[in-house]
């Protein structure tokens, strides 16, 4: 379908303009495919990902460093960083939510205090990175003993977008 585009050789300085082809985003989404990870109890634990929904540039591999989400060569610039975690039952403590640049950098974080029953817990940052850059999503429970984070059957993971640079 056309779209309305600037044009300064046009009267009204506009025109009608076929969009452009070919995709443009980038990014990737996965997930722990087969069983849940166990987390223990006041322990920044990276989450491993051994399934992708998809991956466009060669961001993540599902068996080397799957904890890995690395910015490929052309892709340097905004990232929007979205994760979603579901938690076991367990009432006690805290749960927390932190995505880590290389390894060293903490980025953002997200603590809530447990509830009864089995919860989920969502979480995003945009963050500006370099070629290279890695992303970690690390989880922290202060249940008193390990706790598991569940398998997602039809659910993200974690997602990294690329915004543009």
């Known amino acids: 379908m056309p779209k309305v585009v ?31 990870q166990t987390i223990s109890n006041n322990t920044a634990t990276a989450i491993a990902m051994d399934a992708e929904y998809y991956d466009t540039d060669g961001y ?11 910015v490929p060569s052309g892709k340097a610039g905004y990232f929007l960083l979205s994760t979603l975690v579901e938690w076991a039952s367990n009432g006690t403590g805290q749960r927390r939510l932190e995505f880590w640049k290389n390894g060293s950098t903490k980025l953002s974080t997200q603590n809530v205090p447990a509830v009864s029953g089995a919860f989920g817990m969502a979480h ?22 390990n706790l598991d984070i569940y398998t ?12 543009g640079a």
């Open 124 to 145: 995003s940052y945009v963050v500006n990175l370099s070629v290279g850059d890695y992303i970690e999503l690390k989880v922290v429970q202060t249940s008193g003993g």
């Open 6 to 36: 600037a044009d300064s050789v046009e009267a009204t300085g506009l025109k009608w303009a076929a969009p452009a082809s070919g995709t443009t985003f980038s990014g990737v989404a996965a997930r722990i495919s087969d069983g849940d």
């Open 152 to 163: 997602f059957s039809d659910g993200q993971q974690i997602a990294m977008s690329y915004l």
């Open 60 to 70: 993540h591999d599902n068996s080397t460093n799957n904890t890995r989400f690395t």
